[in-house]
Nanobody
């Protein structure tokens, strides 16, 4: 059983930066496919960035260049570094993970993920 705990959310002005962290237990992050998703009120959960078990990374078009997901195998964490934040980035951010033989390149479908953290709120003011 994998457990995920997010931290690092908060409020920031547009143009600022935040770093979220997802600490995993129960398995090592390098064996999992993991992703950061976000959900704004009244909207569906959408993928922001993901990393496959092979280490390949994908970003949503809306966050390319601005966001990165450094993985720390020693700390067993997956972070989300967010720069040049915009008001439209405001949402609850969730870390998700799944494993198994189909976990290679990762997935944008939230239904694929078996494990989720509790979420952390990010609010960007204009």
């Amino acid at each position: 059983q994998v457990q995920l705990v997010e931290s690092g959310g908060g409020s920031v002005q547009a143009g600022g930066s935040l770093r979220l962290s997802c600490a995993a237990s129960g398995d090592i992050v390098s064996k999992l496919c993991m992703g950061w998703f976000r959900q704004a009120p009244g909207q569906e959960r959408e993928g922001v960035a993901r990393i496959g078990s092979l280490g390949n990374i994908k970003y949503a078009d809306s966050v390319k260049v601005r966001f990165t997901i450094p993985r720390n195998n020693t700390k067993n964490t997956l972070d989300l570094q967010m720069n040049s934040l915009k008001p439209e980035d405001s949402a609850m951010y969730y870390c998700g993970a799944y494993g198994g033989p189909t976990c290679l390149s990762g997935s944008w479908s939230s239904a694929t993920y078996n494990y989720w953290g509790q979420g952390t709120q990010v609010t960007v003011s204009s």
